[in-house]
């Protein structure tokens, strides 16, 4: 009794460090999202006292958030579903052994994640494909949707996970029933994977939402900018606006905080459950 009593205790205590360490960085950018920038240079850690609701209004059109919000918008929503129906699309055969060398491609999909970022090898990819169709490749929105589908491959390791613990004897009921295979795997298997699907989506999204280094690589031209990039208006020659770079970031981060607000319930057991059945 008194060893469960330490354990309990042990974990309320690295639960409430967890806490910490999470939870007061993004109240600290948040206390000085709202000062004046003369108010943070006096206390830049104390807490505001005269709250400049202005500031983000501010930060919203010095930033161009306006323009960048829409491509990033785009970006994310348009790559995250063509990521989770070709993942679908892969995982379900390769789960089910519908396909040669089942175990192999899984292992394949396993062995990525420990290989270097292949940034080189999809520079030279875009570059080509610009080249030889203009339409797609690099500096083009459509090239950089299809580079980011797919991402690292961890939502087609999850679906095949969770796809293995869907039994097999309803594969052969819908054919029995005369179900296409579209129509079965939309229609009867989808709705089964809300939350591995969930994971998948804030797992996608916050990969494609928060992209600097990318953008900068495949996407110069400025009307193709995401919203990232306007944190980098907040940058001075000798110094940085504090305050309006915090509230670029509460203006960055908000939609994400959102989504995983409304879908956070299936995140967890779509987590585990994916791994679990792996």
Not at 33 to 41: G, M, N
Not at 169 to 175: K, P, Q, R, V, Y
Not at 215 to 227: D, G, R, T
Request: glycine share 8%; proline share 5%; net charge positive.
């Amino acid at each position: 009794m008194k060893d469960s009593k330490t354990a309990k205790t042990l974990s309320y205590i690295l639960i409430a460090v967890l806490l910490v360490l999470y939870i007061m960085p993004l109240l600290f950018v948040i206390n000085i999202s709202f000062k004046s920038f003369s108010d943070y240079l006096l206390d830049p850690i104390g807490l505001v006292k005269s709250i400049q609701w202005d500031n983000y209004k501010e930060a919203w059109l010095k930033g161009n958030f306006s323009n960048y919000f829409i491509n990033s918008l785009l970006y994310t929503v348009v790559a995250t579903v063509l990521t989770l129906i070709v993942s679908l699309f892969g995982a379900f055969p390769v789960a089910r052994n519908y396909v040669k060398w089942s175990g192999f491609i899984y292992l394949f999909f396993l062995m990525s994640q420990f290989l270097p970022n292949p940034m080189v090898a999809q520079f030279k990819l875009m570059l080509t494909l610009k080249q030889e169709l203009g339409f797609v490749g690099y500096d083009t929105k459509l090239g950089y949707i299809l580079l980011k589908t797919g991402g690292t491959g961890i939502v087609f390791m999850m679906f095949v996970g969770y796809i293995k613990g869907i039994s097999r004897e309803m594969d052969e009921a819908a054919g029995m029933d005369g179900a296409g295979y579209m129509r079965y795997l939309f229609q009867i298997i989808m709705p089964l994977m809300k939350p591995v699907i969930a994971t998948g989506v804030i797992l996608t999204a916050i990969t494609i939402w928060n992209d600097f280094v990318g953008p900068i690589m495949y996407l110069p031209s400025p009307e193709h900018y995401p919203i990232t990039f306007g944190l980098k208006e907040f940058r001075g020659q000798y110094g940085n606006n504090w305050p309006m770079l915090a509230c670029g970031i509460m203006i960055v981060s908000a939609p994400l905080i959102v989504l995983y607000t409304f879908i956070q319930k299936y995140i967890v057991d779509g987590a585990l459950a994916g791994a679990v059945k792996a």
